[in-house]
Nanobody, 113 residues
Framework: QVQLVESGGGLVQPGNSLTLSCVASTRIFGTMGWYRQAPGKQRDLIASITTDGSTSYADAVKGRFTISRVDAKNTVYLMMSSLKPEDTAVYYC?????????WGQGTQVTVSS
């Protein structure tokens, strides 16, 4: 059973940066993604990375967020810069497409002055 543990969230001011980490309990295979869910909204895919390092981003984060992976560490990262209040959400990682039983607790990111 794969467990995904997200970390790195917190309270930041608009314009600042934050890096999230997602550590898997076993070797990561296939495309991985970062998702986020704001209060009252659905969980959306915002970034994904294939095994060969190809990346894709939602328009809302393109140019500000960078996804990366280090398979030797079973870890996927999300570097977030120029954060905006609308980036406030719980952030999750999972495969892309997601596997339901792999969802973790997520990590809260709050962007506020």
């Amino acid at each position: 059973q794969v467990q995904l543990v997200e970390s790195g969230g917190g309270l930041v001011q608009p314009g600042n940066s934050l890096t999230l980490s997602c550590v898997a309990s076993t070797r990561i295979f296939g495309t991985m993604g970062w998702y986020r869910q704001a209060p009252g909204k659905q969980r959306d895919l915002i970034a994904s990375i294939t095994t060969d390092g190809s990346t894709s981003y939602a328009d809302a984060v393109k140019g500000r967020f960078t996804i990366s992976r280090v398979d030797a560490k079973n870890t996927v990262y999300l570097m977030m810069s120029s954060l905006k209040p609308e980036d406030t959400a719980v952030y999750y990682c999972n495969t892309q497409p997601p596997i339901g039983r792999f969802w973790g607790q997520g990590t809260q990111v709050t962007v506020s002055s």
